[in-house]
């Protein structure tokens, strides 16, 4: 079947909402695409599991260390699904984490503000490369990020390719467990007046941090997503929606969240988080 003819039938497909269920269902456009965005969910996932490592020994009590150990599996889990999908599609799975497996631990420093840009050769959102110091850290963490995931998460449940979005329902409840701890923490840092001024400043990093994540508005490589539907909505109407929601639940507890300012309007677009 030549290239057209087969992009032909995939948009068709596509448009008619039907799944895509198997390779040769698809364009080169099409597969790259789509192992590009899984390999950022399975690095990412990855990372993230590896920066929480150290809180399991740190939690404040041994309900919160099995709690964490809990979320390193589930993480480390959501990694293997994802690379599992990757392998299905060719991808040399395991020779691409033993080549990333130190990049994967790396950490930056905490004061640094890397805004949008990635600094090492895996494709984790770049959230990842911050390191968690304190409990707070952790706590906002959960707050906003997996928030800020479980948000792109919601186009993956109705995107294109099947075998993802049944993957991803598994791994969207635990996200939703990672984000209810991390509501009752957050409600009992914010409350007491002892660690409410930690608990506004944790909320002040990790906040702009995740508003970065979700790329700039109506760019290119969004445009082609939401053409093949491996995402549904521009990436600031992802964002947008984030920020309603962790507005009403910070303002509830008595914090504000600081003023973001998008760092993409200075820099060129190859700085910046794809799509």
């Known amino acids: ?88 599609l060719g991808v040399d799975v395991e020779g691409r984490v033993r080549a990333h497996d130190q990049v994967f631990t790396m950490r930056i420093d905490s004061d640094a503000d890397l805004g949008t840009a990635r600094i090492t050769s895996d494709k984790r959102v770049n959230i990842f490369y911050y390191p968690i110091d304190t409990w707070a850290d952790f706590v906002f963490f959960n707050f906003c990020m997996d928030r800020g995931a479980g948000h792109q998460l919601e186009d993956v449940r109705t995107c294109s390719y099947g075998p993802w979005v049944r993957a991803i329902e598994g791994i969207f409840k635990e996200e939703k467990f990672h984000i209810r701890h991390g509501e009752y923490w957050v409600k009992r840092l914010a409350e007491d007046p002892a660690t409410h001024a930690v608990a506004q400043a944790t909320l002040n990093r990790w906040f702009i941090r995740t508003m970065n994540i979700f790329g700039r508005p109506a760019s290119p490589k969004n445009v082609l997503y939401r053409k093949l539907r491996l995402k549904v909505r521009d990436n600031d109407e992802v964002r947008q929606a984030f920020l309603s929601e962790v507005k009403g639940l910070a303002g509830a507890v008595g914090l504000t969240l600081p003023e973001w300012k998008p760092a993409w309007a200075e820099l060129p677009e190859e700085s910046h988080i794809p799509g």
């Open 1 to 88: 079947m030549m290239e057209g003819e087969r992009e032909e039938r995939l948009l068709a497909k596509i448009r008619a909402g039907e799944p895509i269920e198997s390779p040769e269902e698809m364009t080169e456009e099409y597969r790259e695409n789509l192992i590009h965005l899984m390999t950022m969910q399975a690095d990412s996932e990855l990372a993230g599991a590896y920066g929480y490592v150290p809180w399991i020994t740190k939690a404040p009590t041994v309900e919160e260390k099995h709690v964490v150990a809990q979320i390193v599996e589930d993480e480390v889990r959501h990694a293997m699904v994802m690379y599992g999908l990757l392998a299905d």
